[in-house]
């Protein structure tokens, strides 16, 4: 069956450090892969896009990488700081499907920033 | 500002009501979804539609319709609710497939529950 899976346990780390959030799955060829952040009670928030031939993407302090031989996706914070603690979420587009980019989403990883 | 808006943040409703669920954004997206998110479940799509008056069932279309009569707005109904849909409910649009770097932008989310 097709899956993704990011770690169910939250990630707590100093600030200052670089957090690193890991996505993989299974039986999955995605065509591209999204990261979104989501604070409690809020809807998820688009940050990052890469693409199947793309290997890694940078946004600001924000880098993503993308293995499609090992099927997984690591997400990195640089410099963390406590307003970046928040539900990090992967999600993927399985194949091209014309009009309608349907995403499938990992069920997220928590993170926390500590002073 | 871009938006997606959904009418209510909160919904109390009884078990055998219809439920409307509203969502409006002004970004001219043509493609327009509805999740639902459940603690441990991750976003489950109920239904999408990539262009007016059309739309297509997702991962778990039972008990819910969706109605898309003008490219902004797109509806989500809970013909007969139940208990075990008691969720939040998330609606997001996108532009198609290929367009450059673009995410899903959501709404707030509503959180409804049916007692």
């Known amino acids: 069956s097709q899956k993704i899976e990011q770690n169910s346990e939250a990630l707590n780390i100093q600030e200052g450090k670089t957090a690193t959030l890991t996505c993989n799955y299974t039986n999955y060829s995605p065509a591209y892969l999204q990261w979104y952040r989501q604070d409690p009670g809020r809807g998820p928030v688009f940050l990052l896009l890469i693409r199947e031939n793309e290997k890694e993407k940078r946004k600001e302090r924000l880098k993503v990488t993308f293995d499609t031989t090992l099927k997984q996706s690591l997400f990195h914070i640089t410099a963390s700081q406590p307003a970046d603690s928040a539900t990090y979420l992967c999600a993927l587009v399985p194949v091209f499907t014309g009009g309608g980019n349907k995403l499938t989403f990992g069920t997220g990883t928590q993170l926390k920033v500590e002073l | 500002d871009v938006k997606v808006t959904q009418s209510s943040r909160y919904l109390v409703k009884r078990t055998g009501e219809k439920v409307f669920l509203e969502c409006v954004q002004d970004m001219d997206h043509e493609n327009m979804f509805w999740y639902r998110q459940d603690p441990g479940l991750g976003l489950r799509l109920i239904y999408f539609?990539?262009?007016?008056?059309?739309?297509e069932k997702g991962d778990i279309p039972e008990g819910y319709s969706v109605s898309r009569e003008k490219k902004e707005r797109f509806s989500l109904i809970l013909e007969s609710a139940s208990t075990n849909q008691t969720s939040m409910y998330l609606c997001a649009s996108s532009l198609p497939t290929g367009n450059k770097d673009y995410g899903y932008t959501f709404g707030s989310g509503t959180r409804l529950t049916v007692v």
């Open positions: 539609s990539y262009d007016v008056k059309m739309k």
